[in-house]
């Protein structure tokens, strides 16, 4: 049985483009001794819908996240195009479930410094319906 959270991972481990672009593809905190630039996502929250007392879909969002360290967001940026390009009106292979709908909602990039050394970070929630 795949998850919803295993099928995320699939379908952002298995991709060539991402593969060669990231160094890892980690749910939640990635661990310290992860290298740049990588992945991470999260599911962050889940609203059923019902029809007649019964539940006919869950509205998920699901926020993806590139961290790199280096001078610009650039790479960050390139990297969460792509991640754009096969999640936007993709399916997610879930066990029992039919992929509704796929789409970004929104993105937002940010920086933090830690002395010399500058982390970027680009995150895009992405609105997951499944039935």
């Keep these: ?14 991709d060539c483009t991402l593969k060669a672009s990231v160094t890892g ?3 939640g905190i990635a661990p310290a ?20 007392g019964r539940r006919i879909s ?11 360290q280096a001078a610009s ?3 960050a940026n390139t ?9 936007t009106d993709g399916t997610l292979a879930v066990t029992g479930k039919t992929t509704w709908k ?3 909602s929104h993105t937002t990039e940010y920086d933090e410094r830690d002395g010399d ?8 929630d992405f609105e997951v319906e499944l039935a």
Excluded at 1 to 14: G, H, P, R, V
Excluded at 44 to 50: I, L, Q, V
Excluded at 59 to 68: I, K, L
Excluded at 117 to 124: F, G, K, M, P
Aim: proline residues 3%; aromatic residues 12%.
């Design 102 to 104: 796929v789409r970004r």
């Design 33 to 52: 001794s992860a290298t740049y630039p990588f992945l991470s996502y999260q599911v962050t929250s889940a609203d059923d819908a019902y029809t007649l």
């Design 117 to 124: 050394t500058t982390y970027w970070h680009v995150v895009s």
């Design 79 to 87: 990297v969460m195009d792509r991640v754009d390009a096969i999640m």
């Design 1 to 14: 049985m795949t998850t919803l959270k295993e099928a995320l991972y699939n379908k952002l481990k298995t």
């Design 58 to 68: 869950t509205a998920y969002v699901v926020s993806v996240r590139c961290v790199d």
């Design 25 to 27: 593809v980690y749910e």
């Design 73 to 75: 967001p650039a790479t």
